[in-house]
Nanobody, 115 residues
Framework: QVQLVESGGGLVQPGGSLRLSCVASGFTFSRYAMRWYRQTPGKERELVAGITSFGASTNYPDSVKGRFTISRDNAKNTMYLQMNSLKPEDTAVYYC????????WGRGTQVTVSS
């Protein structure tokens, strides 16, 4: 069955870095555009980064541009999010999302930025 499994979250101090991973299975990963979203309690899920199926194009909101980098390895069915210069406001549950004709969500990984 379709699975998206995020990992790499944790507690980090402001200014620190984390690298999230999303491992996909059960579908043809290379056909899907992929995205990272994040969500905090009481707020809507927010797009953090997107990448096209073969990685030719990426997009970011202004809130993370220059600090976060999305990438993918289609041979490993894996997507990544490198997060640098982390701020307390980056604290959230981070989800990966796969989009083709259908969309699939992972279960999320918690990122906490705090001193």
């Amino acid at each position: 069955q379709v699975q998206l499994v995020e990992s790499g979250g944790g507690l980090v101090q402001p200014g620190g870095s984390l690298r999230l991973s999303c491992v996909a299975s059960g579908f043809t990963f290379s056909r899907y555009a992929m995205r990272w979203y994040r969500q905090t309690p009481g707020k809507e899920r927010e797009l953090v980064a997107g990448i096209t199926s073969f990685g030719a194009s990426t997009n970011y909101p202004d809130s993370v541009k220059g600090r976060f980098t999305i990438s993918r390895d289609n041979a490993k069915n894996t997507m990544y999010l490198q997060m640098n210069s982390l701020k307390p406001e980056d604290t959230a549950v981070y989800y990966c999302y796969a989009q083709y004709f259908m969309g699939y969500w992972g279960r999320g990984t918690q990122v906490t930025v705090s001193s």
